[in-house]
């Protein structure tokens, strides 16, 4: 529950952000909205940590009914929700802000534009994504025995699999 309310949060920071303009401009946009940067990523960070803690109370409740599946379920939606958390590029864009703002119009600026770019496009959370996809796919597996009902258990086998078919154009690069 506690985890759902930030994301909500995170997502509503985000979306309160105006839009940047070209990427010239990016490092010195994050700059001035410094502060909203961080709240997203902190409420992010923690609402992913609390998720985690969440997955061992899924594994808990599904393991009677199908250890493996419960397993296998619990241990590649924690690989998925912690690839999540290392892959978020926020700590560092902030930083190479700072940089960029301290920066003289120079050759300098241009590098940690370089650098800001680059980085940002390593931010790619499809891969943890397919994990999240294929955890859903086995905890709904053995949620099929249980009594929380199999139209629940087709709809998280049906999402998980959504999940990781959003995921092919990562692994097809």
């Known amino acids: 529950m506690v985890a759902g309310v930030l994301y909500i949060w995170a997502f509503v920071a985000q979306l309160i952000l105006p839009v940047p303009g070209p990427f010239e401009g990016e490092l010195q946009f994050i700059a001035t909205y ?17 998720s985690i803690v969440g997955v061992f109370g899924i594994y808990e409740a599904t393991r009677v009914l199908n250890r493996s599946y419960a397993m296998l379920g619990a241990g590649t939606l924690t690989i998925g929700l912690v690839a999540t958390l290392m892959s978020n590029t926020t700590p560092a864009l902030i930083a190479l802000s700072e940089g960029y703002s301290a920066a003289a119009p120079s050759a300098e600026q241009q590098a940690l534009a370089t650098a800001a770019l680059t980085v940002s496009v390593t931010d790619d959370p499809l891969i943890a994504a397919a994990f999240i996809g294929v955890g859903v796919v086995f905890v709904s597996l053995a949620m099929m ?15 998980g699999a959504f999940n990781v078919v959003r995921a092919l154009p990562f692994l097809a690069d």
């Open 145 to 159: 025995k249980g009594t929380f009902g199999r139209k629940l258990a087709y709809l998280g086998v049906v999402v």
């Open 34 to 50: 410094r502060s909203f940067f961080a709240l997203s990523y902190a409420l992010f960070t923690a609402a992913n940590s609390l």
